[in-house]
Structures are given as structure tokens and as C-alpha cells.
């Protein structure tokens, strides 16, 4: 079946380096992805959103970028800091009409940052 | 905290017992979802609602898993004869009926353990 996953399960970086967490999507019809961020022994955080229509968008020090050719997400992350140590899912929603349909995620990647 | 709340944090069971979690979603949020985590996975959806109506429900969703809403506000989740299995967290999600708006905003979960 079409499912969300991740390339990396684990992710690396020093502090002040940029990250990048990729994520691959099977399912070309999605429109609406969202990256959310998982703190340990906490649910899942909104970091950034993107529809299908976009190719990129920025938030405050995270960038996602969508390339539809591949099925491709990927979350950077600028100037690392400790505090962004965390699990990182992307999620997709399939396409509906309306909003706020349950969400498909992956398996996550596991950023750690090196002080 | 005007977020998501969860209860209780923890629980631990012996298999064959009933549980039941309480989700409190945030206030005038119309929708409420549960989804279920397993260590090193990403959260998979179980049900949700819409006000008082439940919407649809994930084949993961087994006959002894029952989910209420009775009057559009708080939910339960309750799982009878919990089996091993059924070891996982407990997200709770919720969010506003918005074509535009996809956030979900998760609670912190609930353990569960079964012995």
C-alpha cells in the first residue's frame, strides 16, 4: 500500500550546522504535508506546513521543500541547536475537500545535536 | 495550559483488564482524533470526531476499542481485555473544522502498559 517514510532513521549534526531530514511519500495524490517534531516523553509539535501547490516554504530557522517529480519532502533545519534534538515525522493528508483529515505519518528520523 | 490535555500519563494493566483514557481538547476545537504510537514509529489514527459524531475509524480500530464524545467536548478511549498488544501510547489530537487549517495540536499521550 502507499505509505510516508523516511530515509534516515538517525541524524547526527554539531550544533550551528544545518540539518536536513529527508522524507519519501508514495502517495503522488497527497496535497498537504506537515512536518512535526517529537520531544521524549511528549506528542508531536507543528513545525511547518506545505501544500502540494508549493515547492517551498520557510518558517523561522526551517525550510521544507517539496519536489513532486521524486516524492520528495525534506526538512532544514538552520544553525542547529540543542534544543532541536528531537524525532522528526513527516505527515501527509490525502486528498480531501475538507480540512483536518487524519493524518499518515512515517516512521520518523532521530536528530541529535552534537554540543 | 489551554493545550491539549491527556489522562492519565501512565498506566500499567494486567492483561485482560479494561482501561479508559480521557482526552480534554482545546476548548471550541470541533475536532478530536485518537492514534496510537508504538516506540520508533510514527503515530497511526484510530478515530475522530466531529462534535459529538464519530467520523470514521481505522481498521486498527478492534472491536474492543470503543471511543466517545458525548457532548462535543472531552472523549474517552476505552479498551477491554487489553492484551499485550495493546502496549503502545495514546495520542490525542484536536483541531478546528477550517478547509484551510490542517493543524492538529496533540496532547502529551498516554502510556500503556500491559503486563
Known amino acids: 500500500g502507499e505509505s510516508v517514510g523516511l530515509h534516515l532513521p538517525t541524524l547526527s549534526v554539531q550544533e550551528g550546522d544545518n540539518s536536513i531530514i529527508n522524507c519519501a511519500y508514495s502517495n503522488s495524490a497527497s496535497d498537504y504535508f506537515i512536518w512535526y517534531k517529537q520531544e521524549s516523553g511528549k506528542g508531536p509539535q507543528f513545525i511547518i506546513d506545505i501544500r502540494s501547490n508549493m515547492d517551498k516554504r520557510q518558517g523561522q530557522r526551517v525550510t521544507v521543500l517539496l519536489n513532486k517529480t521524486v516524492k520528495h519532502l525534506s526538512l532544514q533545519i538552520a544553525a542547529t541547536q540543542p534544543g532541536d534534538s528531537a524525532v522528526y515525522f513527516c505527515?501527509?493528508?490525502?486528498?480531501?475537500?475538507?480540512?483536518?483529515?487524519?493524518?499518515?505519518f512515517g516512521k520518523g528520523t532521530r536528530l541529535s545535536v552534537i554540543a | 495550559d489551554t493545550g491539549v490535555s491527556q489522562n492519565p500519563r501512565h498506566k500499567i494493566t494486567k492483561r485482560g483488564q479494561n482501561v479508559t483514557f480521557r482526552c480534554d481538547p482545546i476548548?471550541?476545537?470541533?475536532?478530536l482524533y485518537w492514534y496510537r504510537q508504538t516506540l520508533g514509529q510514527g503515530p497511526e489514527f484510530l478515530t475522530y470526531?466531529?462534535?459529538?459524531?464519530?467520523?470514521?475509524k481505522s481498521r486498527l480500530l478492534s472491536d474492543r476499542f470503543s471511543a466517545e464524545r458525548p457532548k462535543g467536548s472531552f472523549s474517552t478511549l476505552e479498551i477491554q481485555r487489553t492484551e499485550q498488544g495493546d502496549s503502545a501510547m495514546y495520542l490525542c489530537?484536536?483541531?478546528?473544522?477550517?478547509?484551510?487549517?490542517?493543524?492538529?495540536?496533540f496532547g502529551p499521550g498516554t502510556r500503556l502498559t500491559v503486563t
Open positions: 489530537a484536536s483541531s478546528r473544522v477550517n478547509s484551510g487549517d490542517h493543524e492538529q495540536y
Open positions: 505527515a501527509e493528508i490525502w486528498p480531501v475537500f475538507s480540512g483536518n483529515t487524519p493524518l499518515v
Open positions: 476548548s471550541e476545537h470541533n475536532r
Open positions: 470526531f466531529q462534535n459529538e459524531a464519530q467520523l470514521e
